[in-house]
């Protein structure tokens, strides 16, 4: 496990170049192994997950190769094995893997999910998903067996009880090759499944309606690779960089980012008084003063995305009064809550609802970051509060950004990641 030790106080000034979508990654990869040829993305972000995701691919014999942002992935030789659980606990996006399984083998076993703990995320939708085309699903001991008759996965209507990003893609996965026509319906509409949907009809798969709350698919028998997909910016590693240039910055331009996207994002960020210089791909952020507090919805895309809800977090410290969270996708969201107050922050969270309270005088200290999105609000902190600060578990800030010290270093941040094994040798723990 590493440590991120950040030096605080600097002001941060300069560009940054946003990476790929990691959400668009993390379903990308396991939808590669649909495909009858190799496979290569662009813009892929060098992030935890992905190396994951690469030794997950190395267990079915599908190999692969990353290298200056370009992953090729070839599933022309993979064979059915048992994936490695450690892996597949190590991030939840692993549940990819069931519908693509599903739909290359008509059959799948792997162990149940992990990933970040920020409350329930049931898979029940998943399982209604892949029963309505015909399989069926078993849990044991934390392992779940995905088995189809004779006849194979068949065209389905999919009504989803709730709006759900995994389950929509998990469903477009074991439906694009299954047997006549499938349709989506209350199906989420976040960027990232417009983008594996694009992937996947590059290659022959006919998929229409991503994007809106009624997909429909035609079943195709083959799926061929023929250029190189390009993934979409990354959202939240967008709005991330955003709170912060608006929280410690004296001018920053956020670069390869779709501002479409960010919509929900940045009309909150002008009407805390952060004036954006938003352009047709990047988005300057000048120094930001006098900024009014907020109150903050999370909603399905289009909405404000509960991942943006803790990054933005410490620029709400910079409020002239108290700004309000109302998390509705996961509410039990508020690990940052605990590890924010040791820096002095005023926060709390009270009927389900966070309330952040204006901190000037934040000051570095040893805290945690228990999921992915919670260490991006102890980044931004760290770098606002004086004195030092030592985020342990840093393996998860790592999980789901980008190159991040070499960024923020390049905006004249003082940051470094360590492992646990040279500061025992340094004799420092």
């Given amino acids: 496990m590493k440590k991120m030790i950040i030096h605080g106080g600097r002001r941060l000034s300069g560009e940054v170049t946003i990476g790929g979508?990691?959400?668009s990654t993390v379903a990308l990869i396991p939808a590669a192994i649909l495909a009858d040829t190799p496979v290569r993305f662009d813009m892929v972000p060098d992030i935890l997950d992905v190396h994951n995701l690469m030794l997950i691919l190395k267990s079915m014999n599908v190999h692969s190769t990353f290298e200056d942002g370009v992953l090729t992935i070839d599933p022309t030789e993979i064979v059915e094995a048992p994936l490695p659980s450690k892996a597949i606990k190590s991030l939840r996006a692993s549940y990819y893997f069931m519908g693509s399984l599903l739909g290359r083998f008509q059959r799948a076993t792997l162990s149940f999910p992990g990933g970040d703990n920020i409350g329930p995320r049931p898979i029940d939708q998943h399982i209604k998903a892949f029963e309505a085309l015909g399989a069926s699903v078993e849990e044991h001991d934390g392992t779940v067996r995905i088995t189809t008759?004779?006849?194979?996965?068949?065209?389905?209507?999919?009504?989803?009880?709730?709006?759900?990003?995994?389950?929509?893609?998990?469903?477009?996965?074991?439906?694009?090759?299954?047997?006549?026509?499938?349709?989506?319906?209350?199906?989420?509409?976040?960027?990232?499944i417009i983008d594996v949907a694009t992937f996947l009809n590059n290659m022959g798969a006919h998929i229409r309606g991503a994007g809106t709350d009624v997909i429909r698919i035609e079943g195709v028998p083959t799926l061929r690779a023929m250029n190189t997909h390009t993934i979409i910016p990354d959202r939240i590693e967008a709005g991330t960089y955003l709170s912060m240039a608006a929280a410690m910055g004296d001018?920053?331009?956020?670069?390869?980012?779709?501002?479409?996207?960010?919509?929900?994002?940045?009309?909150?960020?002008?009407?805390?008084?952060?004036?954006?210089?938003?352009?047709?791909?990047?988005?300057?952020?000048?120094?930001?003063?006098?900024?009014k507090p907020i109150r903050?919805?999370?909603?399905?895309?289009?909405?404000?995305?509960?991942?943006?809800?803790?990054?933005?977090?410490p620029l709400l410290f910079r409020a002239n009064g108290s700004s309000v969270v109302i998390d509705t996708i996961y509410p039990k969201r508020i690990k940052h809550i605990a590890e924010l107050r040791k820096m002095g922050a005023n926060i709390r969270s009270e009927d389900d609802m966070i309330v952040v309270d204006p901190s000037e005088d934040l000051t570095g200290n040893q805290v945690q970051a228990g999921e992915i999105?919670?260490?991006?609000?102890?980044?931004?902190?760290?770098?606002?509060?004086?004195?030092?600060?030592?985020?342990?578990?840093?393996?998860?800030?790592?999980?789901?950004?980008?190159?991040?010290?070499d960024k923020l270093t390049a905006l004249n941040a003082d940051v470094e990641i360590v492992s646990k094994e040279s500061l025992v040798e340094n004799g420092q723990d």
Avoid: W
């Fill in 21 to 23: 979508a990691k959400n």
């Fill in 149 to 192: 008759g004779p006849e194979g996965l068949h065209g389905a209507r999919i009504f989803l009880d709730m709006v759900s990003v995994g389950a929509t893609i998990n469903s477009i996965l074991a439906a694009v090759k299954a047997v006549g026509t499938t349709v989506i319906e209350n199906a989420a509409k976040e960027p990232e």
């Fill in 251 to 291: 001018g920053i331009v956020i670069k390869n980012v779709i501002p479409e996207h960010l919509e929900a994002f940045t009309a909150k960020m002008i009407e805390m008084g952060v004036p954006l210089e938003i352009n047709e791909d990047s988005i300057y952020v000048p120094r930001s003063e006098n900024l």
């Fill in 296 to 313: 903050i919805k999370t909603m399905p895309f289009p909405g404000f995305a509960t991942d943006l809800q803790q990054p933005l977090t």
């Fill in 373 to 405: 999105r919670a260490g991006a609000a102890l980044v931004i902190t760290g770098l606002m509060a004086d004195g030092d600060t030592e985020i342990e578990e840093a393996d998860n800030i790592l999980r789901g950004y980008d190159r991040i010290v």
